[in-house]
Structures are given as C-alpha cells and as structure tokens.
C-alpha cells in the first residue's frame, strides 16, 4: 500500500505562487507514475499534470496550466511536487496527487492506484 499525503496549499492573491508536495509513505513510489488533479467547488475533478517515473523528459500538463505550472519528482525523497506560478482565481480548488504504475490512466483519469486526501488553494482576485 501507498499513502500519499500533499501539503502546502493555502490561500495566495492573484499572479502569486505556491508549491504543492506530495509525499509517499508505505513504499517506494519506484515505477510509479504520479499525476495531479483538482476539484473546484461544483465541477468535477480534472488532470493538471503528470510526470512517469523517469521524469522530467516525461511531463504532461492540462492545457489551462501550461506554462504556469511546473511537476517534478524527488525519487530519493519520494516526493513529487507542483510549483504553481501565475495563479488565477480559476486555480482555486483542492488539488490532489495520485500514483499508478500506468501512466496512460493517469493522463485518462481512470481507475488509479492511489489518491492523497487533498490540499485546498484558493486564490484571491
């Protein structure tokens, strides 16, 4: 089993940044792609990003964060973060990583291994 818990989230104006951490417990996160997601109050939850296990020559981004957000992983500590730059109120949500050994159902949303409990931004106008 994994338990993955992501930290660092809270509430940043507008243009600001905050750095998500996701931090595996249990067992290695060794082969396992990490994505992560959000849910806005009222929609349903939705892919930001991904990474697969080698890494950086490896991301995936949803088209509304590219550019502004950046996935990065830490085998060592594993550890997978989001740096979050340019903010936008329609950033706001809670925001959750995910692991699988697929990283086609990652970037599918379907069915994953794995889910954190959640951080919540919010970002103010």
């Known amino acids: 089993q994994v338990q993955l818990v992501e930290s660092g989230g809270g509430m940043v104006q507008a243009g600001g940044s905050l750095r998500l951490s996701c931090a595996a417990s249990g067992r290695t996160l060794s082969g396992y792609a990490m994505g992560w997601f959000r849910q806005a109050p009222g929609k349903e939850r939705e892919f930001v990003a991904a990474i697969s296990w080698s890494g950086a020559s490896n991301t995936y981004y949803a088209d509304s964060v590219k550019g502004r957000f950046t996935i990065s992983r830490d085998n060592a500590k594993n550890t997978v973060y989001l740096q979050m730059n340019s903010l936008k109120p329609e950033d706001t949500a809670v925001y959750y990583c995910?692991?699988?050994?697929?990283?086609?159902?990652?970037?599918?949303?379907?069915?994953?291994?794995?889910w954190g409990q959640g951080t919540q931004v919010t970002v103010s106008s």
């Open positions: 995910a692991a699988d050994y697929n990283l086609g159902k990652i970037l599918r949303s379907q069915g994953l291994d794995y």
